[in-house]
């Protein structure tokens, strides 16, 4: 049986997945409320491995690691994310790593979810890891693009196009929800074009 993975981002309207921190955005563009934020436990309350590129990883442990309570990131489906197994996928960490039951994986982020999800007996799910996630996509490893959509638009200060230079794909749309009355979540199935 082969595990589902989902490609699990944030984005502003205009498609960026971050913001050079110009401006008064903050967290989730400031446009969190309690249905996004009680969302985000459910799905990762759910049993599943994450997976993350070299880079996230690292952003996640400065935000998210020993000595960060000053950066405010204490959600609780964040917690829930942290504490969740994980694959880190780099050339350049060894470990341990410094977050709860993950490991690394020196080998092409191809190869790794491959194996992984042939092996796995519970779902992966990588949030963030952009470019990480565009060459998954490309190699037809992944299985759902879950994209929590906020309205904001970012022509000035976005910084991370969340799908530049991905291949073409088709999207069958296989759940939304509006969150808040004001974010959108999709979840699609991708198809090569």
Same mark, same amino acid.
């Given at each position: 049986?082969?595990?589902?993975?989902?490609? +699990?981002?944030?984005?502003?309207? %205009?498609?960026? &997945?971050?913001?050079?921190?110009?401006?008064?955005w @903050? &967290?989730?563009?400031?446009?969190?409320?309690?249905? =996004?934020? +009680?969302?985000?436990?459910? =799905?990762?309350?759910?049993?599943?491995?994450?997976? #993350? $590129?070299?880079?996230?990883? !690292?952003?996640?442990? !400065?935000l998210? $690691?020993?000595?960060?309570?000053?950066?405010?990131? &204490?959600?609780?489906?964040?917690t829930?994310?942290?504490?969740?197994?994980?694959?880190?996928?780099?050339?350049?960490?060894? @470990?341990?790593? %410094?977050?709860? %039951?993950?490991?690394?994986?020196?080998?092409?982020?191809?190869?790794?979810?491959?194996?992984?999800?042939?092996?796995?007996?519970?779902p992966?799910?990588?949030?963030?890891?952009?470019?990480?996630?565009?060459?998954?996509?490309?190699?037809?490893?992944?299985?759902?693009?879950?994209?929590?959509? #906020?309205?904001?638009?970012? $022509?000035?200060?976005?910084?991370?196009?969340? =799908?530049?230079?991905?291949? +073409? #794909?088709?999207?069958?749309?296989?759940?939304?929800?509006?969150?808040? $009355?004001?974010?959108?979540?999709?979840?699609?199935?991708?198809?090569?074009?």
């Amino acid at each position: 049986m082969t595990a589902t993975y989902t490609f +699990d981002v944030f984005s502003s309207l %205009d498609g960026f &997945g971050s913001y050079n921190g110009d401006g008064d955005w @903050g &967290g989730y563009w400031g446009k969190q409320g309690p249905e =996004l934020l +009680d969302r985000r436990l459910s =799905l990762y309350g759910e049993d599943q491995r994450m997976v #993350f $590129g070299a880079h996230t990883y !690292r952003e996640f442990v !400065r935000l998210l $690691g020993p000595g960060s309570k000053e950066s405010g990131v &204490g959600d609780a489906w964040v917690t829930r994310m942290r504490n969740l197994p994980a694959t880190v996928v780099s050339s350049t960490l060894e @470990g341990p790593l %410094d977050w709860p %039951d993950a490991t690394v994986a020196n080998s092409d982020a191809i190869d790794v979810v491959a194996r992984l999800k042939e092996e796995s007996e519970v779902p992966l799910r990588s949030h963030g890891s952009l470019s990480m996630n565009r060459a998954l996509l490309a190699a037809g490893l992944v299985d759902r693009v879950h994209v929590t959509l #906020f309205p904001v638009i970012t $022509g000035r200060t976005g910084t991370e196009p969340v =799908l530049r230079g991905a291949a +073409d #794909f088709d999207l069958e749309l296989i759940e939304s929800r509006t969150l808040d $009355g004001r974010t959108q979540e999709l979840i699609y199935r991708p198809t090569p074009h």
